[in-house]
T-cell receptor, first 113, second 106 residues
């Protein structure tokens, strides 16, 4: 099992460009999450999907959109990238109960110039 | 105020030392707490989780919650160089501390 995979691993964008970060899990998990990690700020939840067909905002959703394409895949889109969105982005998945373990992907390092 | 506050360190200890990592939290509603370990340029991985009070032990790791002072701790006994990583505490699945960077020197 690959667990949680993310593509791309690295990306450099110019201000105003758009891109989609891809995430897939092969653990048959119901819930999926997108976080960003910044120095001094820790991990912050952007959006999550408790189950296929649902999405909800997290702590820092502005400037992002998400799509739960199917049970396996959860994508994060930046429509018009800004330098403030320079960060490391992590996707995670879990079975779906309140107290369950989240499994994280390896991350995408995004720089917006 | 952040949901979970954590001293970022960095913390540097000699091999074999006992390490204490700490977080404080502000919300008193039902909760459970988790400790994640994150190696450089990797995603976090769950180490342990525990409910609102008491201790939980797993090998060299002990997680402790002091509900009265809203303090959570992770103790690492006989620390090893392979324990060098960033340790993140989390509350109720979504609320993470900023992480404490630990280096264990051989």
């Amino acid at each position: 099992n690959a667990g949680v995979t993310q593509t791309p691993k690295f990306q450099v964008l110019k201000t105003g460009q758009s891109m989609t970060l891809q995430c897939a899990q092969d653990m048959n998990h119901n819930s999926m999450y997108w976080y960003r990690q910044d120095p001094g700020m820790g991990l912050r939840l952007i959006y999550y999907s408790a189950s296929e067909g649902t999405t909800d905002k997290g702590e820092v959703p502005n400037g992002y959109n998400v799509s739960r394409l199917n049970k396996r895949e959860f994508s994060l889109r930046l429509e018009s990238a800004a330098p403030s969105q320079t960060s490391v982005y992590f996707c995670a998945s879990s079975e779906g109960s309140r107290e369950d373990t989240q499994y994280f992907g390896p991350g995408t390092r995004l720089t917006v110039l | 105020q952040k949901e979970v506050e954590q001293d970022p360190g960095p913390l540097s200890v000699p091999e074999g030392a006992i390490v204490s990592l700490n977080c404080t939290y502000s919300n008193s509603a039902f909760q459970y707490f988790m400790w994640y370990r994150q190696y450089s340029r990797k995603g976090p991985e769950l180490l342990m989780y525990t409910y609102s009070s008491g201790n939980k032990e797993d090998g060299r790791f002990t997680a402790q919650v002091d509900k009265s002072s809203k303090y959570i701790s992770l103790f690492i006994r006989d620390s090893q160089p392979s324990d060098s990583a960033t340790y993140l505490c989390a509350r109720n699945q979504f609320y993470f501390g900023t992480g404490t960077s630990l280096t264990v020197i051989p």
